[in-house]
């Protein structure tokens, strides 16, 4: 089976535009979540979706939103970017919800100017 | 909510070492920690996992023990090679209810000197 995909690859902005990216899971896997990476926290959980629905959120503010589509194709977008938002975002793919494994994407990496 | 720590930050080992690295979880509900594996420039890839019914499981080199009642968990690898440099990250989550997700250590950089 394919991986997860991931795209675009490089993204760069400027500080008050917003960014819209985009998650393939694994063929059948309906659970998607997105990280978001930096060097100084780590990998902070973002959102999980499941069913096209929401299931759970991180402590991001309203700016960081997503969707899943009825073929398991996540999107999330980030709108009135910030500085601080340049990072590495990361989506992971699992069939189920719960103690299943995550795959992960190659990530998107956001440069914010 | 549940958090993780995971110690060391930084882990500097002879080739033919072991390394440990330890992470312990706040949350006493948790039973399901799994080992990611990031190599500089790649994504995270899952080596290890261990679910809360089980103390220890291993895979050749890599080893995962848990200890429920200390809220704690460590990986184990045996016998280091230089291809095993990377940063390691620890998580633990919950998977009854609604509100699973995964939450990460802050990550371990092994470094295997030839």
């Known amino acids: 089976k394919a991986g997860v995909t991931q795209t675009p690859r490089y993204l760069i902005k400027t500080r008050g535009q917003q960014v819209t990216l985009s998650c393939s899971p694994i063929?059948?896997?309906?659970?998607v979540s997105w990280y978001q990476q930096t060097p100084g926290q780590g990998l902070q959980f973002l959102f999980e979706y499941f069913s096209e629905t929401q299931r759970n959120k991180g402590n991001f503010p309203g700016r960081f939103s997503g969707r899943q589509f009825s073929n398991s194709r996540s999107e999330m977008n980030v709108s009135t970017l910030e500085l601080g938002d340049s990072a590495l975002y990361l989506c992971?793919?699992?069939?189920?919800?719960?103690?299943?494994?995550?795959?992960f994407g190659p990530g998107t990496r956001l440069t914010v100017l | 909510g549940e958090n993780v720590e995971q110690h060391p930050s930084t882990l500097s080992v002879q080739e033919g070492d072991s390394a440990v690295i330890k992470c312990t979880y706040s949350?006493?509900?948790?039973?399901?920690f799994p080992w990611y594996k990031q190599e500089l420039g790649k994504r995270p890839q899952l080596i290890i996992d261990?679910?809360?019914?089980?103390g220890e499981k291993k895979d050749q080199r890599i080893a995962v023990t848990l200890n429920k009642t200390a809220k704690h968990f460590s990986l184990h690898i045996t016998e280091t090679q230089p291809e095993d440099s990377a940063v390691y990250f620890c998580?633990?989550?919950?998977?009854?209810?609604?509100?699973?997700?995964?939450?990460f250590g802050k990550g371990t950089l092994l470094t295997v000197n030839p």
């Open positions: 998580a633990a989550s919950y998977s009854g209810g609604s509100n699973y997700k995964l939450t």
């Open positions: 063929s059948g896997h309906r659970s």
């Open positions: 261990i679910r809360s019914n089980v």
């Open positions: 992971a793919s699992s069939q189920i919800r719960g103690a299943d494994t995550q795959y």
């Open positions: 949350d006493s509900a948790s039973n399901y």
